[in-house]
């Protein structure tokens, strides 16, 4: 270090060393500056999606109807249908 001292002299540039970090420092930097996990915290029953599904088959074909409730009480309703008829 002396010679890089002697070094940068020659062209008006001092070198000061770094002082050393305490320990303590480096660990409340970590705690300030990291990230903290995800918390998940469980639905309860009252957050709960609700998914009803009713079948049907005919001869045209066969198909399912989808209701998806939401916990607020809103609902969405739709039906596929195969076309494929039956065997």
């Known amino acids: 270090m002396l010679q890089w001292a002697i ?12 002082l050393s ?7 409340d930097f970590m705690l ?3 990230q903290k ?4 915290k469980e639905p309860c029953e009252e957050e709960w999606w609700t998914l009803r599904v ?3 088959s005919r001869s045209s074909g ?9 916990p607020t009480g809103r ?5 596929y249908s195969t076309g ?4």
Request: hydrophobic share 35%; aromatic share 6%; proline share 6%.
């Open 7 to 18: 070094e940068l002299s020659e062209y008006e540039i001092e070198y000061q060393p770094r």
């Open 21 to 27: 970090m305490k320990g303590q420092v480096m660990a």
């Open 32 to 34: 300030k500056y990291s």
């Open 37 to 40: 996990p995800a918390q998940r």
């Open 54 to 56: 009713d079948e049907a």
């Open 62 to 70: 066969s198909g399912v109807g989808l209701l998806l409730q939401s």
């Open 75 to 79: 609902t969405a309703r739709a039906s």
């Open 84 to 87: 494929i008829p039956r065997v």
